[in-house]
């Protein structure tokens, strides 16, 4: 809970993530609870020389099987989420995961390149009023097929949005 708290309390973290920084260990347990805990693929991403939590990757199990991750800003920049992200792709095809969906935002290109580096190939943009900032915020949706339906490609978002469009040169 120690390394968590440590990871969201940190605003530049929390930049490009859907809440706001956790101000106190009470927050971050409510946020342990609501988004990872008895998840099934929640898993913190760890270092190998002493397995201390550094941060986590996830997916979740909705229609859109959203993967997400975030990491200590210490460790930015030096492979680790793409080395966890191919790790955690493995099991998700072992189990059967037909696909999973990832969206940054445009201001944020070095998550889109984790994408990429696991395999996940951009689909289409769309710009969404983001809760709870509350700032809009236009969205670049990846996604990676498992199971051979290699053109399928995830809707809802393209659906929800009023604006969305394909960007070329992603």
Same mark, same amino acid.
């Given at each position: !809970?120690?390394?968590?708290?440590?990871?969201?309390?940190?605003?530049?973290?929390?930049?490009?993530?859907?809440?706001?920084?956790?101000?106190?260990?009470?927050?971050?347990?409510?946020?342990?609870?609501?988004?990872?805990?008895?998840?099934?693929?929640?898993?913190?991403?760890?270092?190998?020389?002493?397995?201390?939590?550094?941060?986590?990757?996830? !997916?979740?199990?909705?229609?859109?099987?959203?993967?997400?991750?975030?990491?200590?800003?210490?460790?930015?920049?030096?492979?680790?989420?793409?080395?966890?992200?191919?790790?955690?792709?493995?099991?998700?095809?072992?189990?059967?995961?037909?696909?999973?969906?990832?969206? %940054?935002?445009?201001?944020?290109?070095?998550?889109?390149?984790? !994408?990429?580096?696991?395999?996940?190939?951009?689909?289409?943009?769309?710009?969404?009023?983001?809760?709870?900032?509350?700032?809009?915020?236009?969205?670049? !949706?990846?996604?990676?097929?498992?199971?051979?339906?290699?053109?399928?490609?995830?809707?809802?978002?393209?659906?929800?949005?009023?604006? %969305?469009?394909?960007?070329?040169?992603?």
């Amino acid at each position: !809970m120690d390394a968590l708290y440590l990871l969201l309390r940190d605003e530049e973290v929390n930049t490009f993530l859907p809440w706001f920084p956790v101000k106190n260990r009470e927050e971050t347990q409510k946020f342990y609870e609501q988004r990872l805990a008895d998840k099934p693929y929640s898993l913190a991403i760890c270092l190998k020389e002493d397995d201390y939590p550094i941060g986590y990757i996830k !997916m979740d199990t909705g229609e859109s099987h959203d993967f997400g991750y975030a990491l200590c800003k210490e460790f930015w920049h030096k492979g680790i989420v793409s080395e966890a992200g191919r790790a955690f792709i493995s099991q998700l095809k072992k189990d059967g995961i037909p696909y999973i969906t990832a969206t %940054h935002d445009r201001k944020n290109p070095k998550s889109g390149g984790v !994408m990429r580096q696991i395999g996940m190939k951009y689909c289409y943009s769309y710009e969404e009023q983001w809760q709870p900032k509350n700032i809009p915020v236009v969205f670049r !949706m990846f996604q990676l097929n498992f199971d051979g339906q290699k053109d399928r490609v995830y809707q809802k978002y393209w659906n929800c949005y009023e604006v %969305h469009f394909v960007e070329t040169g992603i």
